[in-house]
């Protein structure tokens, strides 16, 4: 028997467990189920399909497992927003409406990315790598041992890397040390890419609460109590919130650690040089670390590059990994960002970058603090507006879209912290900050948005 219910055109299918799950994912393939999608609940499924609510259930939690859908307390169960089951790429982000800006991307400004013309004019007459020769570039390698060693980590025994972006970096360390049903700490609120990538693995993710210093020391300790076997941290400009680790914040969390040296810490520096704020690791607190620097930010999130350092044993599992895989991230990529981190002309406009996006972000803090707004961020692209009690997420970010500004809902990047909303500055001018924070207080205070001109 085949039940229609939200959104109305994916009709739910099946009798055994399997078949259920699977007509979840032929909904998300062809697109009439998308991210963010209830599914009905146990119960009314159950009873609609004709089969006992433990089927359904066992769907479900096959789903979860998977990293196809969570579990959004008494919101039921929903498709994740990045699930491992690829649809049409168009139902894959939340719609901005034309007209609307967007501030809920997430997204590099594309204004201030470098051109890629004189790298790529530079590597050209490169010879490519053959399969024996694939892996990471010494040149690339160097230049990462003395930008890390300049920040401040102990490269002296650390062994070097390269990955097809953090995110992917970051999935490699962990599959190097945990298995499936392992706790892993994490930031809350925290990178929703992350938080996706940890129900992907089947890792259990412990909620660490985090203010403008980084992770709470008293957070860490209580997830590493509960049996987490790793911790994520964000170095620098922590999405959502621009939280930046500093150097008292690093000494506090290093003592936690120090407490369980068994743990792997994961360091994600993907603001890189578009941070102003200098780098405190945490790498080698324990003996088992990677650090991780994406391209992204500065360079561009096409390169899919991170530079990676890490304890000799996980840097061996990652590459071990790598090679009876995709090998090694191809050697044209990896040219093309030595090129660019050794063109001073890049390296000013990098600096320029940052100053912008310092004076576009401090800015909107600046003018919704004045209005009473509890807004944050430290560094990065980002702000977070931490929601009065009484504001709702959802009415905040639908009231908002009415005024003109898509911004995201913070329960993408929520475990058990409070509502919020985050909203990137990439797409916003200077000149257009007033204009947002009179749109940002009409819609926390519920008022009705700007009567059109
Ligand atoms: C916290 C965090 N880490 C890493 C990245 C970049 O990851 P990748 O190198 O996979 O593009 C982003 C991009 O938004 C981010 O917000």
């Known amino acids: 028997m085949a039940v229609r219910y939200q959104p109305a055109t994916y009709q739910a299918s099946g009798g055994t467990a399997n078949e259920i799950a699977a007509g979840v994912e032929a909904g998300l393939r062809s697109g009439t189920l998308a991210n963010g999608?209830?599914?009905?609940?146990?119960?009314?499924?159950?009873r609609e399909l004709r089969v006992s609510p433990a089927t359904v259930a066992a769907a479900y939690q096959a789903l979860r497992r998977r990293g196809v859908v969570e579990t959004a307390g008494r919101n039921g169960t929903r498709i994740r927003m990045r699930p491992t089951v690829a649809g049409d790429r168009s139902v894959r982000r939340l719609a901005v409406p034309a007209g609307v800006l967007d501030l809920s991307s997430g997204e590099p400004d594309a204004r201030l990315l470098p051109r890629l013309s004189a790298a790529l004019?530079?590597?050209?007459?490169a010879d490519t790598a053959g399969y024996a020769a694939g892996g990471p570039l010494p040149e690339l390698e160097t230049l990462a041992r003395d930008a890390f060693a300049a920040d401040g980590i102990d490269v002296a025994s650390a062994s070097f890397g390269v990955t097809g972006g953090a995110l992917d970096g970051i999935e490699r360390v962990l599959a190097a040390h945990l298995r499936a049903g392992d706790r892993v700490a994490v930031e809350d609120p925290g990178w929703a890419n992350l938080l996706d990538l940890v129900a992907a693995l089947g890792l259990h993710p412990l909620p660490v609460p985090v203010d403008h210093d980084g992770p709470l020391p008293d957070g860490l300790r209580a997830a590493l109590a509960a049996g987490a076997r790793a911790v994520v941290v964000t170095s620098r400009a922590h999405n959502p919130t621009g939280a930046t680790v500093t150097a008292e914040r690093a000494a506090a969390l290093r003592g936690v650690?120090?407490?369980?040296?068994q743990t792997l810490v994961?360091?994600?520096d993907h603001a890189a040089?578009?941070?102003v704020q200098p780098l405190h690791a945490l790498a080698g607190a324990t003996p088992s670390w990677a650090f991780i620097r994406s391209v992204s930010k500065p360079y561009g999130p096409d390169l899919r590059v991170a530079l990676v350092a890490a304890d000799e044993t996980t840097m061996a599992r990652v590459r071990g990994r790598q090679s009876v895989g995709t090998g090694w991230v191809s050697t044209v990529l990896q040219r093309i960002v030595l090129a660019l981190a050794t063109d001073p002309a890049v390296t000013s406009l990098i600096a320029d970058a940052r100053d912008s996006y310092e004076r576009r972000r401090t800015a909107l803090v600046d003018a919704l603090v004045v209005r009473g707004l509890a807004a944050v961020g430290r560094s990065g692209i980002n702000v977070w507006l931490a929601l009065p009690r009484a504001a709702d997420e959802t009415a905040t970010v639908a009231r908002l879209r009415d005024d003109g500004y898509a911004v995201a809902p913070g329960a993408l990047y929520r475990l058990a912290s409070a509502p919020g909303v985050r909203i990137t500055v990439s797409n916003l001018n200077i000149d257009g900050v007033e204009a947002l924070a009179d749109a940002v207080l009409r819609a926390v205070a519920g008022r009705p948005a700007r009567p059109a001109a």
């Open 37 to 46: 999608d209830s599914l009905p609940p146990v119960r009314t499924l159950a």
């Open 121 to 125: 004019a530079s590597v050209a007459a």
């Open 257 to 261: 650690l120090g407490d369980h040296p």
């Open 266 to 268: 994961v360091e994600d």
């Open 273 to 275: 040089q578009l941070s």
